[in-house]
């Protein structure tokens, strides 16, 4: 599923953040120790390879709604921007903590002069958000840095589950429609 706006394109797609192989940064959805761990993280540092961790880990630890860049290393992609999203009912406020994320990641994102930019639904799985309260913020949080954008073209969200896309979709609707 494709919207454009302000001549960047956003897409939907289902599948797996480490096959992004058309996209110069993916962003990882990070500890505050920039370690491996679990879930997208730990598919990232595999996929990357363990220089991946020796440049990330020294950049730790991170606050809630940072984001950090390094190299993407044997990832098909150049860059990798880290972003520590809020533990659902623990980071507070977590509404503007997650919108910082993305807003964070993409800012990083422009200064870099990088085109085009994959997200995974930071904080949707071991940090608790209910997906459709975060496709909510995440996409509004998009939406907004879309008017200062200069260099990102492509904005990319990668969903894991049909049903995450599915909830995600729906709120594009909303949002950029
Ligand atoms: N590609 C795209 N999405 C994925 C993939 C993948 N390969 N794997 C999982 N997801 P999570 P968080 C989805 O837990 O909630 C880690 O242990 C998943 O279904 O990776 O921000 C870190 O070390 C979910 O919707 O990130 C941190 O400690 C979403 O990606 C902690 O988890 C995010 O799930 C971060 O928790």
Known sequence: ???????????????????????????????????????????????????????????????????????????????????????????????????ACYQNALQLADEKNIESIAFPAISTGAFGFPIKLAAEISLKAIREMMDKLKQVKTIRMVLFADHDLDIYAQEAKKVFN
């Open 1 to 99: 599923m494709i919207f454009k706006y302000n001549n960047i394109q956003i897409e939907l797609v289902q599948g797996d953040i480490t096959k992004q192989s058309d996209i110069t940064a993916i962003v990882n959805a990070a500890n505050a120790e920039l370690l491996p761990g679990g879930g997208v993280a730990g598919a990232i540092h595999r996929a990357a390879g363990q220089e991946l961790e020796m440049e990330s880990h020294p950049l730790a630890p991170v606050k809630p709604g940072e984001a950090v860049i390094t190299k993407g290393y044997n990832l098909a992609n150049e860059f990798v921007i880290h972003c520590l999203g809020p533990v659902y009912g623990l980071d507070k406020p977590e509404d503007k903590l997650l919108a």
